[in-house]
């Protein structure tokens, strides 16, 4: 489907900061680069954590990640390449694959574990995690996977190829739209050249990642592997991103504040520390992931 003129942005966001990430491990040695660190939660509201993954090495993923707890917000895994098995304590199994998402709502709480399907090759993904509002954060585990296929998709007049993972664009609704922190999840393909626009409310917060090639938005440059923070301009109606020469693959995320106090454990985000100290508990006492 070919969509056009649809976005109409008259001032871009322009890049308030360039984040390199922090090289890291986690699960049972798996080597990532952690892109949104603890240090930006609140900055990033409703976002928590943003890791991106991606080597052709074996040893650098191969343990996974073997049973952990989760309470409070939401995971959404995006596979770009390679294939990792899902299996929660909610009775959740799938396999995430080549373009597929993942979305759990963790809620009160699930065990799961996320282990790579393959012994070797290329494995390369990203691993978002969304806030819950307080109201939200003790409801029942919820679990989808998306293959490539199913998700909602279209193309620009310019050949932007535009995957619409959560929120809406251009007139296309996300695989997952959520009401209060109304998250926004593209992942653009631009060809050489190409610009894509896309509306955004000013009070959202708001980042880029840019996996291949590099962009340029408002006339800073974001080079491969960077996150560019878009600042919340009250005179910006959303971003227009610009790709390089070689073209870009780029990661556009959008959400609406929650302005609640973050609490977090590991695992667990909570809203205080008493409720972190009841996460504890019932996973120590084996009720952090039953079933109501
Ligand atoms: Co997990």
Redesign the pocket.
Known sequence: MTRDTHATVTQSRRIERLVAGQATSDGAGVKLTRVLTHQLQRRLDPFLMLDAFGSDQADDYIAG?PD?P?RGFE?VTYMIAGRMRHRDSAGHEGLLENGGVQWMTAGRGVI?S?LPEQEEGLMEGFQLWLNLPARDKMRAPWYRDFKAEELPRFTTAQGVDVTVIAGHSHGIDGAVTRDVTAPLYLDLHLPAGARFEQSLPASHNAFVYVYRGEVDVAGQAVPTQRMGLLANDAQADGVAIEAGGAGARVLLLAGAPLHEPIAQYG?FVMNTQQEIFQALNDHRDGRLGESA
Do not use: I, S
């Open positions: 990640f952990h989760h995971t799961h996320e695992p």
